[in-house]
């Protein structure tokens, strides 16, 4: 499975965007999937997973209330919409997939990774 993370940009605070990330392979549709984030000089922070039905969905609590993850199997593709951003959310996110146990918040979980996509805050 290769993964291809996109949707970054440059905001002002408040506004939201969208990213995606598409995978090739049969197999994503059987994985959760997860975002994780990492600032300059910080370590790379959970954002949310979502399991490979959509059934379950977990959050950071940094994004609780302003992020939303989802999912579409039928494109291979995985969504996360962030609404309300925060100068804080500046960062690159990387998706990941293939959960390799059940802690979901850990990136050392995940086989897959994608490239990352910028997103940049401003106040």
């Known amino acids: 499975v290769q993964l291809q993370a996109s949707g970054g940009g440059s905001v002002p605070a408040g506004d939201s965007l969208r990213l995606s990330c598409r995978a090739s392979g049969r197999a994503f549709k059987n994985y959760t999937v997860a975002w994780f984030r990492q600032a300059p000089g910080k370590e790379r922070e959970f954002v949310a997973s979502?399991?490979?039905?959509?059934?379950?969905?977990i959050y950071g609590d940094s994004v609780k209330g302003r992020f939303t993850i989802a999912r579409d199997n039928a494109k291979n593709t995985a969504y996360l919409q962030m609404n309300s951003l925060k100068p804080e959310d500046t960062a690159v996110y990387y998706c990941a997939s293939q959960a390799l146990g059940t802690d979901y918040r850990r990136a050392t979980t995940y086989g897959y990774w994608g490239q990352g996509t910028l997103v940049t805050v401003s106040s």
């Open positions: 979502i399991r490979w039905d959509g059934a379950i969905t």
